[in-house]
């Protein structure tokens, strides 16, 4: 009887590597293919397109949200409730975020919506149901403050929820596009633009920018002892560019701009000076923060305890907040608490009901509770990459 031909342990060996590679290969591709395909449907919908059956083709048009577009600007209409038009800078980081997905910051937005709702059940006497909204197409009095609106989309998303806005831009050229974005929408009524950066006190600045994210933009006090900029470097001044700042921002875009304490735009726009302190009829709904590392600067230029919003968001950005705003992290911090916040890194905190010890869910209500989360969450990340930041949502206690 013929015997089977035997084969050789080296060729097995090599046939189970080979199998192996094979699937950790397709393991790999699979796992790197679903999330291409959650983050980048844009590209995917061009790659993928000749593929694509004429329904679903159709389906992925509706993902473009471009309707107009311009050699610098492009304008595009959100996916929110209700959706509004807004316009962007063809060539930035943000404008493919947005492209893309019809909205910017979900997480972010998904919170100014929770708390537009809130905000106007306790308006209308806790009513649920419409929107208190009066004759001119605002809201009953209340209002959101968003410091370092940029172009200006989740000032936008606040005026559509039914709230009326006060929004602070420094940028000449990201504040008129947040102008031109109004003006599309006929909501000059309802938004205040002020062209100013907010500070703890009057002052002159001038603003620091990325070259290809228009959101990067650091200010710098022109009036301050101790400079922001590394003066160490002997080469020539160049004063279009400076050194000594983090992730490249070197390109000055603005000089001599006006910082102001957000309080002074309080008074102005939503409690006039001659109505003393007499706030009733008023509800101060949301601050937003978004300044670069400049965050405790801006808090600190309005009176938290007479002008008490009911919640603020902001970024807390490490890194930005040592270089930029020249400031220990972890002052921001204690600084909300001492306002009577109580903040959390997710905003699932506000919407359901959770206990203050999940895990998953940081509910930072106390010194401790900060302390070790910043000692056990933050350091350690920031210690392996200086680029973490996170959105932080708080509310008044």
């Known amino acids: 009887m013929k015997r089977p031909t035997q084969v050789s342990r080296p060729f097995r060996r090599r046939n189970l590597f080979v199998v192996s590679v094979t699937l950790a290969i ?22 993928l397109w000749p593929l694509l059956s004429q329904e679903n083709q159709e389906t992925a048009s509706e993902e473009m949200t471009t ?54 059940r306790h308006a209308n006497g806790g009513e649920s149901g419409e929107r208190g909204m009066t004759d001119d197409g605002g809201s009953q009095s209340v209002w959101a403050v968003d410091i370092g609106a940029n172009v200006g989309f989740h000032s936008l998303h606040m005026v559509g929820l039914g709230m009326k806005v006060v929004a602070l831009e420094p940028s000449p050229d990201t504040s008129s596009l947040l102008q031109k974005s109004i003006d599309e ?3 000059s009524q309802r ?18 920018r990325h070259h290809s994210s228009s959101g990067m ?10 400079d922001i900029i590394d003066d ?4 020539e001044e160049d004063p279009n560019h400076v050194t000594g700042l983090p992730f490249g921002v070197d390109e000055v875009i603005a000089e001599n701009i006006s910082l102001i304490p957000v309080e002074s735009s309080i008074e102005t726009f939503i409690l006039p000076v001659e109505e003393g302190d007499d706030k009733r009829g008023v509800k101060l709904c949301l601050l937003k923060v978004d300044v670069e590392g400049h965050e405790l600067h801006a808090l600190s230029g309005v009176n938290l305890e007479r002008y008490e919003f009911q919640f603020i968001t902001f970024e807390f950005f490490p890194e930005l907040l040592v270089k930029a705003g020249k400031i220990e992290p972890y002052d921001l911090l204690l600084y909300m608490l001492r306002m009577g916040y109580e903040c959390t ?17 940081y509910v930072l209500s106390s010194t401790d509770k900060m302390k070790h989360w910043y000692d056990e969450t933050v350091v ?18």
């Open 191 to 208: 938004i205040h633009v002020v062209h100013a950066a907010a500070s703890y006190r009057f002052g002159r600045g001038r603003l620091i």
């Open 217 to 226: 933009t650091i200010l710098q006090r022109m009036d301050d002892e101790e």
């Open 185 to 187: 929408n006929e909501w």
């Open 232 to 235: 160490d470097d002997d080469r």
């Open 26 to 47: 397709t393991c790999f591709s699979l796992k790197n293919f679903i999330y291409w395909k959650e983050t980048y449907p844009t590209l995917r919908t061009t790659l």
């Open 380 to 397: 350690p990340r920031y210690q392996q990459d200086s680029g973490f930041h996170i959105n932080l949502y708080c509310r008044l206690r």
């Open 345 to 361: 890194t997710h905003p699932m905190y506000f919407f359901e009901t959770m206990t203050p010890d999940d895990n998953t869910n």
């Open 67 to 120: 309707t107009t577009t311009t050699n610098e600007m492009t304008m595009v209409v959100s996916k929110t409730n209700p959706p509004f038009k807004f316009w962007l800078f063809l060539h930035d980081k943000m404008t493919n975020v947005i492209q893309t997905t019809g909205v910017y910051e979900r997480q972010e937005t998904e919170f100014i919506e929770y708390v537009a709702n809130q905000c106007q």
